[in-house]
């Protein structure tokens, strides 16, 4: 089985100021990890994905996060917000090769991202 | 043209009419997926499927139905709309690594 819980249902940043969109996940078997983000009225779009190789991912839009296997965390973050960040972001887990997860994607609960001029 | 494409993109019906929601894509996968998407509940997986013949519920399937006419079409059905019913839903598409959304369907049921 397997689940994500995302820290926060509302984030609110100044512009310029930091972003920190945090996710924990629980999985029995090693994850595979997303960040999805929505625009409003719009679909999901793939931020940046975790699939093993380095535990630092870069993503699009200056986007980044980082697999810490120890913490089942995978936080999300950019340096410097921007007006046009302000979306609703969705972490996502599946299962590598193997388990009746495989291919199949659980999603946490969403953070709506507000960014102030 | 896009990889996932979902009809209708707007919908609003009545309590105990049947609707179906179409979904297509041109990416060449065997995998496919119905989510429903609620506020504040993220997205839900309704059925999947990782190939024509395989068809397997998901977490909220009650009320749903699907069928998968070909590699490329996988389509959701409500055989009796209830208003609970009214959400976004997605459609997506996946290779080993990677899930592909549709545009989604805005639901409404009156």
């Known amino acids: 089985a397997q689940s994500v819980t995302q820290l926060g249902s509302h984030v609110s940043v100044s512009e310029g100021a930091l972003v920190l969109l945090r996710c924990n996940y629980s999985?029995?078997?090693?994850?595979?990890l997303f960040w999805y983000v929505q625009y409003p009225n719009q679909g999901l779009q793939l931020l940046l994905k975790?699939?093993?190789?380095?535990?630092l991912v870069k993503g699009i839009n200056g986007f980044e996060a980082e697999f810490k296997k120890s913490e089942t965390s995978f936080h999300l973050t950019k340096p410097s917000a921007h007006m046009s960040d302000a979306a609703e972001y969705f972490c996502?887990?599946?299962?590598?090769?193997?388990?009746?997860?495989?291919?199949?994607?659980?999603f946490g609960q969403g953070t709506i991202l507000t960014v102030h001029p | 043209d896009a990889d996932v494409t979902q009809t209708p993109r707007n919908r609003i019906t009545k309590t105990g009419k049947r609707i179906m929601l179409e979904c297509s894509q041109t990416?060449?996968?065997?995998?496919m997926y119905w989510y429903r998407q609620d506020p504040g509940l993220g997205l839900r997986l309704i059925y999947y499927?990782?190939?024509?013949?395989?068809?397997n519920k998901g977490e909220i399937s009650d009320g749903y139905s699907v069928s998968r006419q070909a590699q490329a079409k996988f389509s959701l059905s409500l055989e009796s709309a209830i208003p609970n019913q009214t959400a976004l839903y997605f459609c997506?598409?996946?290779?080993?690594?990677?899930?592909?959304f549709g545009p989604g369907t805005r639901l409404t049921v009156l």
């Open positions: 997506a598409t996946s290779d080993v690594t990677e899930q592909f």
């Open positions: 999985s029995s078997v090693p994850p595979y």
């Open positions: 975790y699939t093993s190789a380095a535990t």
């Open positions: 996502a887990v599946s299962a590598k090769a193997g388990g009746t997860s495989y291919g199949k994607l659980t």
């Open positions: 990416k060449g996968h065997d995998r």
């Open positions: 499927s990782f190939d024509v013949k395989d068809i």
